[in-house]
């Protein structure tokens, strides 16, 4: 009322303005109020109003203040960096956006270019460049984006970033607001994640993974190959099934008891493959619990030990047999001697050990070569072991001397038919490469327990009877006596006078 007094008085109009009203059933509203005086001979005569309703648009534009200050205030606190750009320059950027490029105040952002915060190269091979043209057209074409970007800090540290672009058409100008995220540990652990995924895809060693009941519910390829059973026979199946038929169920039960106690055991198994024949295996086993220790998964690496056995197997071979005729060698032969004495000893009964060599075994060499004497090594080494049974040992210590080891024997006549079985062989002629000859052979006899109680004395005894043998001339056996002892002891003492 006071506006129009003011009007009729003054005769100037007023400014429209927006006024809020209340109707007469309370309700309030806004309205865009325009007066202004209509004059009659000089003078007021009327005053026009007119009064439209905006409350909607009144409503609407508190909204967007609102929403305004909201934007602006998610802008400035928001963790993630928000950046405002042109089509390649930086208009604002919030504080996540300065620290996390590593920069201290939006002055040194602001102007820059996106160039700026990105190395020359991008992973895969594009320049950053290029790559920020290919995702940029993205972004016009969809209205906005989402890409992994490779990011540079202010110290030119590099690191992963997610970044949405979305497109701001204004006044027929395009504004594009970007958000950034920082990804480096998420990436790091996706390379990790990755690398494990290859390590299980690609490893030699059958991994599988296993529930809290023990059935299989992932595995690998070398599972398969090492175990022969395709993947859809293992997955669901419990290990059992890569040793079927070999350990008892007793055993596999103390296994699963150890692994549940432990949370991890590791050994050596028989397993065995799908066709049937069993192998050598390395088995180890993990638990993995969860949060409230209750066990969730088994892990389990398996690998086929069969090669490293039989090389194992081979290296033994080679450090207990004799290179030339594959006859236990001096290691072998008294390691056997020890666990025959002990089994003499226990059982009450007799064995018996035999030293020989060849006579005149030098005289093939330099005659024939050595590769003649080999041959007739070997030769004599097979005709050796057809005159004994398969629980004695026959033995090469070098040269071409020899020891056999007869176990569970009787009285000396058994011992006295295995010598002269023995004498005939070696005395049997010999043809190589059209060198043909015989040879002849002596042999000392000692036996457990009356010529010794301990493998030297008896190896020492029945050596002293073969030189004895071979001073009665060749192609003789003599077994040991005390006197024979006596009578070396005698000569040793002689020859040590006369050097005196």
Same mark, same amino acid.
């Given at each position: ?35 202004? @005086? ?63 490029? *590593? ?74 607001? /970007? ?50 059973? @395709? ?39 028989? /397993?065995?493959?799908?066709? *049937?024949? *069993? ?89 024939? /070569? ?43 006549? @058994? ?36 010529? /010794? ?19 009665? *001339? ?27």
């Amino acid at each position: 009322f006071e506006t129009i007094e003011q009007m009729w008085n003054t005769g100037q109009p007023v400014l429209p303005r927006d006024w809020q009203v209340k109707t007469s059933s309370g309700r309030e509203l806004w309205v865009y109020s325009t007066m202004f @005086p209509i004059f009659r001979e000089g003078k007021v005569d009327q005053i026009f109003c007119m009064d439209v309703d905006i409350t909607v648009r009144k409503r609407e534009e508190q909204a967007l203040l609102a929403i305004g200050a909201n934007f602006l205030t998610l802008f400035e606190r928001s963790a993630d960096a928000i950046m405002l750009i042109d089509d390649d320059r930086f208009l604002n950027v919030n504080p996540a956006a300065l620290k996390l490029f *590593g920069y201290s105040d939006k002055s040194h952002m602001i102007g820059r270019s996106k160039e700026d915060i990105s190395p020359p190269t991008q992973p895969d091979g594009k320049t950053s460049k290029e790559k920020a043209r290919e995702m940029m057209a993205l972004v016009r074409k969809n209205g906005n984006h989402r890409f992994e970007w490779l990011h540079i800090n202010c110290n030119k540290e590099t690191f992963w970033t997610e970044v949405l672009y979305t497109e701001i058409p204004i006044n027929g100008k395009s504004l594009f607001y /970007g958000m950034v995220r920082d990804i480096s540990e998420r990436k790091a652990a996706e390379q990790s994640l990755h690398l494990a995924a290859q390590v299980f895809a690609l490893s030699h060693e059958g991994i599988l993974i296993a529930d809290k009941d023990q059935r299989i519910i992932s595995m690998n390829r070398a599972l398969s190959d090492i175990t022969g059973y @395709p993947e859809n026979e293992l997955i669901g199946n419990t290990l059992q099934i890569i040793c079927t038929g070999i350990h008892d169920k007793t055993l596999i039960q103390a296994l699963s008891d150890e692994v549940n106690t432990h949370d991890r055991w590791q050994g050596e198994l028989w /397993g065995r493959h799908r066709n *049937g024949h *069993g192998y050598p295996l390395w088995l180890s086993i993990t638990t993995v619990r969860g949060s409230a220790h209750d066990i969730v998964n088994y892990i389990g690496i398996l690998t086929d030990i069969s090669e490293r056995k039989a090389s194992e197997e081979l290296m033994r071979h080679m450090a207990e047999h004799d290179f030339l005729t594959g006859l236990p060698n001096r290691v072998l032969l008294l390691d056997r001697l020890q666990q025959a004495i002990a089994a003499a000893r226990r059982n009450n009964t007799k064995l018996a050990i035999l030293v020989l060599d060849l006579d005149r075994f030098k005289n093939i060499n330099d005659s024939f /070569g050595h590769h003649i004497g080999d041959k007739l090594l070997q030769t004599v080494a097979d005709r050796l072991k057809k005159c004994v049974r398969g629980i004695d040992t026959v033995s090469r210590l070098g040269g071409d001397e020899f020891v056999i080891m007869l176990v569970d024997v009787g009285s000396g006549e @058994p011992i006295a038919h295995i010598a002269d079985n023995i004498l005939n062989a070696i005395n049997m002629p010999y043809s190589f490469e059209g060198c043909e000859f015989s040879i002849t052979t002596c042999i000392g006899i000692s036996t457990y327990p009356n010529d /010794g109680a301990d493998m030297d004395t008896l190896i020492k005894n029945a050596d002293i009877a073969m030189y004895h043998a071979k001073d009665n *001339g060749s192609n003789k056996y003599h077994f040991f006596d005390d006197k024979m002892n006596t009578r070396i002891v005698e000569r040793i003492g002689l020859k040590n006078n006369l050097r005196h």
